[in-house]
């Protein structure tokens, strides 16, 4: 039986130890390559768009000829104002694409040692650098599965059966339950999306599926308004998982990974974040045949595409 990819030398091709043993300069160079693609690493002004620049190399920064402002490679991008060498930036990224399931942020605070707070907010920089390219706004086309899954709002229940009360009814529930509906199409993207019930996944549908798609359910009653607009083919759950090629596999898949991320790694995710989580095991999903190298330096791509985060600059001045 031929090896898996995942298990084979092919898809290891970056390692802590060769970070580290390269060192600071090679981690720099490697963002500037990133960051200045079209020009192998040589600044461009983030102003005026100017080729020619200063390399001010006492501070590792860059002045434009043109315009004279000075910038380094994370200004404008979601590492601006950062503290860490960039060298512990990669490492984290590495650290961040080789975990299938996730990290916690505190074993990720104790490999990079730093803060608790730090890692946490680096984490959810790298998720929305993440979602930059699971969130394209692009139509899914060809053959999509749909299908939700609830999480979060878990109460506990009295430990008397006596006082125990009926925490299906919404007087009894926390507020904190959020469902995250999935729309995956085979052999491409993952388009996960938040929302308060499993039922908002038909207008979500009508907005981001095309009307030349065909797709898959399950037997919950809500999904019937989609044979409106598609041919869909259903599933009961209560039989069978799959029915002579009708199924929602790659979508359960998906649930499966982000199931065991929020259980397993961070036990607790705030309904504030939860969209990040779904966003990052959209794009671990959607990656999952890529060596840890492309895995790692696509990251780096698109944290230096992104702008400067509105919800994480001066998270901790809350100037948010």
Not at 65 to 83: E, L, N
Not at 204 to 233: F, K, P, Q
Request: glycine content about 6%; charged content about 25%; hydrophobic content about 40%.
């Amino acid at each position: 039986m031929a090896q898996h990819f995942l298990l084979s030398a092919a898809a290891r091709t970056l390692s802590l130890r060769t970070i580290y043993k390269d060192g600071e300069e090679a981690a720099y160079a490697k963002f500037c390559e990133m960051r200045w693609p079209e020009t192998n690493g040589d600044a461009i002004c983030p102003d005026c768009g100017c080729c020619e620049t200063y390399k001010i190399t006492t501070r590792r920064k860059f002045k434009c000829k043109a315009c004279s402002r000075q910038f380094s490679v994370t200004s404008g991008t979601i590492f601006a104002s950062r503290k860490m060498a960039f060298v512990d930036l990669l490492a984290a990224i590495c650290i961040t694409v080789n975990a299938a399931k996730g990290v916690s942020m505190v074993q990720l605070s104790r490999d990079l040692d730093c803060q608790y707070k730090t890692a946490f907010v680096l984490a959810h920089k790298l998720r929305e650098a993440m979602a930059s390219e699971v969130q394209t706004g692009a139509m899914l086309q060809g053959h999509i599965e749909i299908d939700g899954a609830y999480f979060g709002g878990h109460i506990r229940p009295e430990n008397h059966k006596a006082d125990r009360k009926d925490r299906r009814l919404k007087e009894h529930q926390n507020g904190r339950r959020r469902v995250v509906v999935v729309m995956r199409e085979r052999h491409g993207r993952t388009l996960p999306i938040v929302t308060m019930s499993e039922a908002d996944g038909v207008v979500l549908a009508n907005e981001n599926v095309d009307r030349m798609a065909t797709m898959s359910a399950d037997e919950a009653s809500h999904w019937d308004m989609l044979h409106n607009g598609w041919n869909v083919d259903r599933v009961n759950h209560s039989e069978v998982y799959s029915d002579h090629g009708k199924h929602t596999n790659w979508a359960e898949s998906y649930f499966s990974r982000l199931r065991r991320m929020v259980v397993g790694q961070h036990h607790h995710v705030s309904p504030q974040y939860l969209h990040q989580y779904a966003n990052q095991a959209a794009w671990l999903e959607d990656n999952r045949r890529k060596d840890n190298g492309a895995l790692a330096f696509g990251l780096v791509q698109n944290a230096m595409g992104c702008p400067v985060s509105r919800a994480w600059k001066g998270y901790w001045q809350k100037v948010a």
